[in-house]
């Protein structure tokens, strides 16, 4: 048996969880939403839920959404994690995504896991 | 689509991660290992993670284990989330040694899910919720 002991502290953070279908409207409602609450609770990181939503859209969609978070970088200066399916469609579109989103200075990674999106949200440390 | 907002503010917690064959002697070296670091961070919620793990522990063996955890009570001050494979043996075990921890004084629960875990570890607060 091997064992190893980490220590984890995790920042606060807001988590936004969607189902069903996701557009471009809804998309940037959906950011809109989160900049009022990413303002309000400054410091706090951004998880957001997507392992149970369905995609509408091309690159250009992506594109404008990426646009409109870009429209609230003030709000959202902490790390973005995105929880996907694990769908290669899906992981192709969250790569883009992932491209516009780092070109417009956010600090944004798509997970398939939520582990792993803890993982990245947290300071770990062996002890 | 659906969505809900929801703040969380977990606590720090400590992962303890095994894999491979899990006996009474390993398990008991493992509490010790755990009552160290615990030790140090007081404040700390406990995770130990068995999902990669085949536990050859009996029932007897679990109220030791138990026991042992109960020798460093006043060093576990906080929850000890346990992390299983979801296996209904596994379940039944995770559950008897839930009962026996209970006993000794200790917050303790069982999950299937990391995520459930982390959960239980926050605060967490629904924002808003729309449709």
């Known amino acids: 048996m091997s064992v190893d002991i980490k220590v984890y502290q995790t920042q606060d953070f807001i988590r936004k969880t969607a189902k069903g279908m996701i557009d471009r409207d809804r998309s940037i409602a959906a950011v809109q939403e989160l900049a009022i609450a990413a303002n309000y609770f400054k410091g706090h990181s951004i998880l957001l839920d997507l392992r149970d939503t369905q995609v509408e859209g091309d690159h250009g969609d992506a594109m404008r959404v990426a646009a409109e978070f870009a429209h609230h970088l003030k709000a959202f200066r902490n790390k973005i994690a995105v929880v996907i399916p694990d769908t290669a469609e899906r992981m192709a579109r969250a790569e883009f995504m992932r491209n516009c989103m780092h070109l417009e200075g956010f600090q944004w990674e798509f997970f398939m896991a939520f582990e792993d999106a803890i993982d990245w949200l947290s300071e770990i440390t062996e002890f | ?131």
């Open chain 2, 1 to 131: 689509m659906s969505c809900s907002l929801t703040l969380y503010k977990p606590s720090d917690f400590m992962r303890k991660t095994a894999a491979g064959e899990m006996d009474l002697e390993r398990s008991l070296q493992a509490v010790h290992d755990l009552a160290e670091a615990a030790g140090f961070h007081r404040d700390s919620h406990i995770l130990i993670d068995v999902r990669e793990t085949q536990s050859t522990i009996s029932h007897i063996e679990q109220m030791r284990l138990a026991m042992e955890f109960g020798n460093y009570r006043h060093l576990f001050h906080n929850k000890i989330a346990i992390l299983i494979p979801p296996t209904s043996e596994r379940i039944e075990k995770a559950n008897l040694m839930q009962r026996c921890m209970e006993a000794e004084g200790f917050e303790m629960k069982v999950f299937l899910s990391f995520e459930h875990a982390i959960d239980w570890f926050s605060e967490v607060t629904p924002l808003d919720e729309t449709t």
